[in-house]
C-alpha cells in the first residue's frame, strides 16, 4: 500500500505558533539525543500503581533518583504529576525539560469507565517553567465524551500559552476490550489518530501487539490479519500524522527487546522512546549505561527529523 | 399537499448577521460550484471510525490528501476537528473555506446514549480564519437535554462572532431505533425541523430511507407508508425551512447513486451535498473526475437560491 | 369554601419593575384581545413533537403560517423557540410580541425522568426584541431539582433585564402518574402554586381533569372526589395567586369545546388561553374565524384585570 | 452529665460580623416577641407540599393571609421562597423581617434521595431587602456530599453580604431511615451539630422523637434507650452551640401541645419556634389568639439571650 | 533494602513558597512541641460522626472546651470546619494556629463511593487567619476522578495564597476492600505516595496495620507478608518524600499504645501525631498530662527537621 510515511510528513515545527516551537524545540535539539528526537522519562507511576513499582529498585522511591537520572543520563524531558513538579523539579530546573502531567489516576477502581480528571493546569506548568503538558486520554472509554471536553480545555490552555501537548493515548473500557483489546493494532492506531484529531503535538502509545485471535474482533481491515509487527507500528506512525510519535515499553523487559523496539520506532519515523521502569527500576550505572545505548539506536536510526 | 416548497423559502441570507453573511456567502458563491450551492468535504472519519476508512486508498491517510483534494477539486469547503484545523489548514487558507467541527466522538462506545461532546470552540474557530461552525445533534438520544444545553452555548457563540452554524442532524438512541430507525423518514424528518428550531443555518441530513415494515413504529402519518422517497426528501428539505440542506452520502456508493441522489436533492430545494468517502476512497484522478460530474449535477438542477 | 378569587388578586403589573411591567402591558393592552387578556399563540410543536403535526395543515409546516395568523388574527403574542425567533420573527417584529421560550425536548424519549434544558438565554430575547420568556417546568419529575436550579438562572435573568416569565407548569414523570396523573386536579394545582413559588408572572397550565378512579391516588382533599370541573379551574388559577393563568387547549378540540373551555378560564379569573393546534392546524379563513370567536368570548367574560 | 448548657453559651452576636448582627438583631429584639427570641412563620408549604394544605382554612391559600398574619400578630419574620417574596412581600416591607428560603423541592418524588437546590439567591435576598436566608439541608442523605458543596457557595454568600443564615437541619434518606429514622434523638441531635459546623447562624429543627424500639438501630449511645424528652431537646440545643435553635412544630397539633412545646424549647436555652400550619390552618381570630399565648410562652421562659 | 528515608529528604520548607513557608513555620517551630513537630489536634468529629463522640465527656460537646484545650496544651494547630472556625476560633486567635479543613462528610451514607465534597474555600481560611488548609482525600474510591479534580482547586488556591495544604490520606471504597483494606500498609503506602503526588506539604495518614491473611489480596510486594510494623511505617513515611507526615491515632487506645505509637512516628521521621479523641475525651487534667507525656515523646525522638 502506498501509505504516505511518517518520515515524508511535512516540518511539525513549521505549524506551530512560537511559544510551542520554542518549547518543543528544547525537547527536540537542546536536551537528550537531540537531532530532533524525544528520549522521555516518566515518574507518573506512583499515582498510577502506588508505590508497589519502587520495591525493585528501593533508591527509586525517593524522586531524587529518577530527576538526577533524567538530569545526569541526559533525557529529552522527564514527565510527571503537580506533587513531584513542585517539590523536586526545582533543583534540576534547566537541567532537564519538563513535561507537567495534568491529569491522572490510581490503578485501584477498575478501568472499564476509566477516566482522568485534572489535578493541574497549563498555568501551573507555565508557572513551573515546563516545556510541555500531558494529558492521558483514554478512546473509547464509556466516558470519552467528558475526556474530550476536558481535554478542549487544556488544548486551548496549551494554544493560548505556546505550550506543547503531549497526549498519552490510551485504548480503554469494556467496548475496546470487546475489539481486540487495548494493545490491538485497531486501538493503539486508532488512538494515534484520535490524539491528532484533538490537537497532539506529540502522542504517546504503547506497542501495537499483534494477536491472531483477538484481532478478529476488531474492524475489517484489522481483523484480516496480513499485517506484520513492523508494517502495525508504521501504520500507527502514520496514523499520528504531523504530530510526533513515541512509543513506551511498559514493564521492564530484558535489554535485546528494549533496543530492538526502539529501533523499530526510529525507523517507522517515530521521533523516539518513553522508558521508565525500564531504566529507573535498574541500579543507578545499570540504568545510565541502558540509556547510552538507547540514545545511540535512537541517533542511528532517525528517520524523520520534525 | 399543498407544502410550501423550500424553492419558495425566504432568502436566507436576507436574515443572517453581516457576519454570517459575509461568511456563508463564501461558501455558497465563492467557492465550489457557485450559484448559492453547497459542496462540502467531510474529512471527521478519523475521530469518528479511526483510521480504518484510509485503507480503501492508503494515500487517504494523510490528511493532506483530503486538503488538497478540497482545494484542487473545488469543494465549497472542507470540514473537520481542531487537530487537522490546527496543522493541516494553515497551508490551504484561503484556497478553501474551512468548517470546524467543534464536537465528536468514536464509534468505539454504543450509540444508545449518543452525545457528542465539544472538543473546540467558536473562539478556536474564529482564530483559524474558519467559514462556519459545524456541530452534531443526536436527535433523540436519551441525552439530548445536555446535547441541546451544550448546543445552546455553540450557537450563542456563533450569534456573537457572526460564525454560520452548520448542525449535523443525526436520530440516534435506543428510542428512535423504536420507533422506526435513525434513517427513517420520521427520524430524518424531525432532525431536519429540529435543528432549524436550534438555530442551525446548514443542516447536514443523511438520506431518508423508506421501509414499509419499520416505519410502521413511526407515529403517524409517518406509518402510513404513502410517500416516494421523493415526497419524503421534499418534506425533508421543507422541514428545515429557511435553513439550507445538505445530504450526505454515507459510504462509498456507485456513480449512479451518488449522482441521482444529488440531484435529487437539489431538485427538492436541498442546497447541495456532502461527499467524502465516496471520494476520497478513490485514487486522485478519478476522485476529480467524479467531483466534476457532481458539481455540473449540481448546477444543471439548481431549484433554491438562498 | 371562602376562596380568595383570582379576580379579588391585587394588581399584578403594580407588582413589577419598570421593564417586566412595559413588557407585559403590551400583551395584555396593546395587542390581542386587550383589556388585560392574554391570547397565545405557541409554534413549539416542532420540537416538542416534530413535524408530525403539520400534516393536518401542510401550510402549517412553513413558519411562515404562525407568524403571519399572529399577527393577522390579532394574538397577544407567539411563543417559539430561537431558531424561529432568529429567522422567521424578524419580518414580524413590531407586529405581534415574542415570547422566547428558553427550553424545550422531544418526545422521542419517554418523560418519566422529563427535563427540558434551556436552548437559549433571556439574552437572546433581549436581543431579539422579545417581550417575555417562556420556561417548562416539569412539576414532580425525578430531575426538579435540576429543572428548579435551571430556573433559578432564567428568572434572575428575567429580574435583570426587566423580562416577564411565563412559566408552562407541567406537572410529569413516574411519581405523578402514581398520584393521579398529568392532568389531574391534584397536579395542575400544585403545578399553578409551583410556578407562583418560583417566580411566575404569568402560568400557562393544561386543564385539570376530573377522574373519580385515577383521583383516589392523589393525596387529600384531591382524593375526595367532591369538585367540579368548574371548581377544580377556579382553584387552579386562585392557586396562582397574583401570577396570571393562561390556560391550554391542547390537541385540536371542536368549536364548541374550544369556546366553552375559553369562558371557563375567562370566569375563573384566568387571563386568557393559549391555542395552537387548534388554530394553525385549520385552513387560514376558517383560522381567522375560530380566533375571532375566542376573542369575543375572552372579552365578554373578562373577571379580572392584572 | 455535666453537659454545657445552651444557656451557658457565650453570646452569638458578639461573633457576628456587623451586618449579620445588625440584620439578626431586628430578628431578635426589634420585632416579634423580643427579648432575644424568634418566634418564625413560615409559608413554603405550597412548594413543599403543594395547595393542599390550604383547604383546612380556604383563606390561607392566598398568600396575603400569612403575610398579613406574620405583620399583625407580631412574629418575628416570615420565610418563603423567591415567588411570593418578590409578589407579596412588598406590600409588608418594614413590618415584618423577611427571611428568603433558596432552595425547596415538591414531595412528589420520595425522598431517600433528598436534595433541595437552590432557586433563588443570596443576592435576590439583599435585592428584595430580607434579614436572613433560609436553606434547607438534608443531613444523611446519598445525595448530601451535593448539598454540602451546595451550601458552601450560599454560607459564602451570607458571609460577604453579611446576611444572617437559618438552616433546616432535615435528616433524611434510606440511611438515616436504617438508623432510627428522621425525627429520632440521633438525627436530630446530628443534623444539630451539622448545621452549626456548616455555619448557621440560627438551625431549625424538628422536635426529637424518642421511640425506645426504632432506636434501637442508632449508634450508641443513643440506643441505650435512658434518655428523657426533655434531656434529648436539650442535647439537641446544646449540640448546636453558639448557634440558636428554633423548633418546629409540624403539622397543626392541640393548643396544650403547642404551648408545652414551646416552653421545652425555651427552657432547654432554645431561641424560639416556627410555627407554620399550626396557626394559619385556623381562622383569623384563633390564629391571633394562639400566637399570644406562644408570645408570652416565649418570654416567660427565655433561658438564653444571644 | 536500601530506602531512602525520611530523616535524609532534603529540607521541605526550603521549597516552599514565602507565604507557605511562613505559615508552615508558626506550626512546626513557634506553637506546639517546636523543633520542627507536628501535634495537631482534630475537632472534625461533630461531621464527620455526629455528637456521640461527646458523650465519653460531655464537657467536649462544647467546642470552647477543644479550643482551650488546643491553645493551653500547647498544639501545634487545631483543625476544623467552617461553622467552628467563625464562631469559635476568634477568641483564640493567636494562641494556637487554625487549619480549616474544607471538606467533609457524615458517615450516615456508606462509604464505598466516598467523596467528600468542599463546604469552605481557601479564601476562608485566608479571611479568618488560618495557617493552613486540611482536606480529606479517599484514595481509590470510585469517585476518586471528582476528588482529585476538586483537589486541584484547593491545592491551585493554596499555590496561590501561600497556605499549607495538609491532606488527609484515606484509602475508601469497594476496590480498597477489595485489596487489603483501607488500613492495610498496601493502601495507607498508596495514600502517602498519592498525597505528595498531589501537592500536600503534609500528609495525614492513619497507621497501617499488617494483617497476613488480608495483606494476601494486596499486589505484590505488598502480599509477601515480610514486612514489620515499623518497616511498614518507615514505607510510609518515605512513600511521602519531602512531605511531612503525621500518623493519627483513631479512637481513644490506652495511655502506653499512644505514647509507643508516637515513637514509632518520630523514630521513622515522621512529623508528628494527631491526636483528638485519645486526648479530649479525657477529663482536663488527664488531656492536659497526657499531652505533655506525648510532647515530650516527640522532642525525645525527632528524626528528621523540615
Redesign the interface.
Known amino acids: 500500500?502506498?501509505?504516505?510515511t511518517a518520515s515524508e510528513?511535512?516540518s511539525?515545527l513549521a505549524?506551530l505558533s512560537p511559544g510551542k516551537r520554542t518549547r518543543l524545540r528544547r525537547l527536540l535539539f537542546e536536551f537528550g539525543p537531540g537531532n530532533g528526537t524525544l528520549l522521555l522519562l516518566p515518574i507518573d507511576q506512583?499515582?498510577e500503581h502506588?508505590?508497589?513499582d519502587f520495591?525493585a529498585n528501593?533508591?527509586s522511591?525517593?524522586?531524587?533518583?529518577q530527576f538526577r537520572l533524567a538530569a545526569e543520563a541526559g533525557y529529552s524531558a522527564i514527565a510527571c504529576?503537580?506533587?513531584?513538579a513542585?517539590?523536586?523539579y526545582?533543583?534540576y530546573a534547566g537541567q532537564v525539560p519538563l513535561i507537567l502531567k495534568v491529569n491522572?489516576?490510581?490503578d485501584?477502581?477498575?478501568d472499564d469507565q476509566a477516566?482522568?480528571?485534572?489535578?493541574?493546569?497549563v498555568e501551573?506548568a507555565v508557572?513551573l517553567g515546563a516545556d510541555a503538558i500531558g494529558y492521558t486520554m483514554y478512546?473509547?472509554?464509556?466516558r470519552?465524551?467528558?475526556d474530550?471536553?476536558q481535554?478542549?480545555t487544556v488544548?486551548?490552555d496549551c494554544?493560548r500559552y505556546g505550550m506543547p501537548l503531549v497526549i498519552w493515548a490510551y485504548?480503554r473500557?469494556e467496548?475496546?476490550e470487546q475489539?481486540g483489546g487495548r494493545d490491538s493494532f485497531?486501538a493503539v492506531?486508532?488512538g494515534?489518530?484520535?490524539?491528532?484529531?484533538?490537537?497532539?503535538d506529540v502522542v504517546k502509545l504503547n506497542m501495537p501487539k499483534l494477536n491472531p485471535e483477538k484481532d478478529l474482533d476488531s474492524?475489517?481491515?484489522?481483523n484480516e490479519g496480513d499485517f506484520s509487527q513492523e508494517e502495525a507500528i508504521r501504520?500507527c506512525v502514520?496514523?499520528a500524522?504531523?504530530?510526533l510519535v513515541v512509543l513506551s515499553g511498559g514493564s521492564k523487559a530484558d535489554d535485546e527487546k528494549v533496543l530492538e523496539q526502539t529501533r523499530f520506532v526510529m525507523e517507522a519515523g517515530g521521533s523516539g522512546v518513553i522508558y521508565g521502569r525500564n531504566v529507573w527500576q535498574r541500579e543507578w550505572s545499570q540504568a545510565i549505561e541502558i540509556v547510552e545505548q538507547i540514545k545511540e539506536i535512537m541517533l542511528t536510526h532517525v528517520a524523520r527529523i520534525p
Chains 1, 2, 3, 4, 5 share one sequence.
Open positions: 500500500m502506498e501509505l504516505t510528513q511535512k511539525l505549524t506512583g499515582i502506588g508505590p508497589r520495591f528501593p533508591a522511591k525517593d524522586p531524587e533518583y504529576q503537580i506533587g513531584l513542585e517539590k523536586y526545582p533543583d491522572g489516576k490510581t485501584v477502581p477498575p477516566l482522568s480528571t485534572t489535578n493541574a493546569s501551573d508557572r478512546l473509547g472509554s464509556p470519552q465524551g467528558e474530550l471536553h481535554l478542549k488544548r486551548e494554544d485504548p473500557g467496548y475496546i475489539k485497531y492506531d486508532y494515534a489518530r484520535m490524539a491528532m484529531e484533538m490537537g497532539a474492524p475489517a481491515p484489522y501504520h502514520a496514523s500524522g504531523r504530530s
